[in-house]
Nanobody, 129 residues
């Protein structure tokens, strides 16, 4: 069983930056991909970004492309989400999740939460305007 622990959330002014971390632990950790999702109060969970564990292929939601950067450190079993030029609408609880196996119809990480197998508890990001 994989355990995921997010950190790095906080309160930041619009235009500022934060870096979230997702540390994975558990016996013989392995993954196809790790993704970040977010859920704002009263809204549906939405995909943010994901990275393929073996080769670092990344995919982003259009609303964060050019502002957020996902990366991974295989030696530390950790994935990072660098968030720059934050906007009020980025306020949400951010979750990381592990996709154990690739989708049979795609060569990139999934953007669908149901395809992910393990989830962290989340970290809150609040952007003040």
């Amino acid at each position: 069983q994989v355990q995921l622990a997010e950190s790095g959330g906080g309160v930041v002014q619009a235009g500022g930056s934060l870096r979230l971390s997702c540390a994975a632990s558990g016996r013989s950790f392995s993954a196809y991909a790790i993704g970040w999702f977010r859920q704002a109060l009263g809204k549906e969970r939405e995909f943010v970004a994901a990275v393929k564990w073996n080769d670092g292929t990344t995919t982003y939601a259009d609303v964060v492309k050019g502002r957020f950067t996902i990366s991974r450190d295989n030696t530390k079993n950790t994935v990072y989400l660098q968030m720059d030029d934050l906007k009020f609408e980025d306020t949400a609880r951010y979750y990381c999740a592990v996709q154990d196996r690739p989708s049979p119809w795609s060569s990139i990480p999934s953007r669908v939460g149901a395809r992910y197998d393990s989830w962290g508890q989340g970290t809150q990001v609040t952007v003040s305007s």
